[in-house]
């Protein structure tokens, strides 16, 4: 036996007297787990996690999953992709939670509270002066001086709506209101605003809210998915086959859900069409989920194809949209949510140009891993685009609400 087997069989004996790892090997592993989870380049990237060949450096490969999901606290190209989409479901999820809390009630008795207050400071002969003159054929009107008593006595109780039933609150509102104090000076106008602000709740049965909250969890599921995929995706390929699928159901479930408040208000009253543009976006979300399932759908030389499919989804809203505009061009709420509607198109049409061209990396590789590169832009403006979709809705619901059929 040569001196070299003995020094190496009596390594071995010390490595098994140490428990079979050496002080030495020890610090070899760690040094070697650290190396091994150092962001590496695109040029060492397997084949299923290149997709920018703009993006050059940063990137995690092949991690095990609790390296992964502690990766979210680290800088790397995901780390803005992974952030950008979380923070916007926190936002939609506050927005959700404090809608639903808002909705409005049949009548509102807190601020019916605040009438004796506000009859207070009206102009009482005038405001019966004016109330005879805009309904001569109304008999008998209540004299105010005696109702205002009434409302210093009343709770905001049975008693109270059946006064305010006695005094013809509808039609005063409908036939005198808005037409009578319209020219006024401020006092009229304030006591305008304020008794119709006021009675409005009367007369309001709030509309079904379910397309409204539909769009609002189809934004939540997108930004989630989305923000979920770009951590995890990086652990290992069948990973990130399934996580890439979920991030393509997330954009046509947004994409599908944004048409349901537009078009379920806008043809609440015209069943026929309501049900029309409502299925035909369903069906084809439904089309785009099932056909982001097949693997050359993620391929990158779909990249194009898949930003134009979605892109496609999109620009199908036209129909309903111009439809709306014809019906309803003398309401000033139809035009309000067009506006907004346009202002959703051209953010999500911009973060799709911008998705498709990997501008601006392409102009300089290498400059923008970190910061700024296309998918973060893409990610901005969605988030941008879907809370100017939700102001529209509110404006939907506070028409619908107001004027029903």
Known sequence: MSCEDIDMKGSSETMENHGGCSPKEGKGKRLWNKVRYQLVEYHSLPGYLRDNEYILGHYRSEWPLKQVLLSMFTIHNETLNVWTHLIGFFIFLALTIYTAMKVPKVV???????????????????????????????PHMPDLHRFREELKTALPSMDLLQSLSSWHVMELLYNCLPERFSHGNQTDRSVKEDVANIIAPLMVRPITRWPFFAFMGGAMFCLLSSSICHLLSCHSERLSYIMLRLDYAGIAALISTSFYPPVYYSFMCNPFFCNLYMGFITILGIATILFSLLPVFQSPEFRTIRASLFFGMGMSGIAPILHKVILFWHQPEALHTTGYEILMGVLYGIGALVYATRIPERWMPGKFDIAGHSHQLFHVLVVAGAYTHYRAGLVYLNWRDMEGC
Request: hydrophobic share 40%; charged share 25%; aromatic share 0%.
């Open 108 to 138: 509102d008795l807190h601020s019916l509270q605040h009438i004796p207050d506000v009859l207070k400071k009206a102009d009482l002969h005038k405001l019966h002066m004016e109330l005879k003159t805009c309904l001569p054929s109304l």
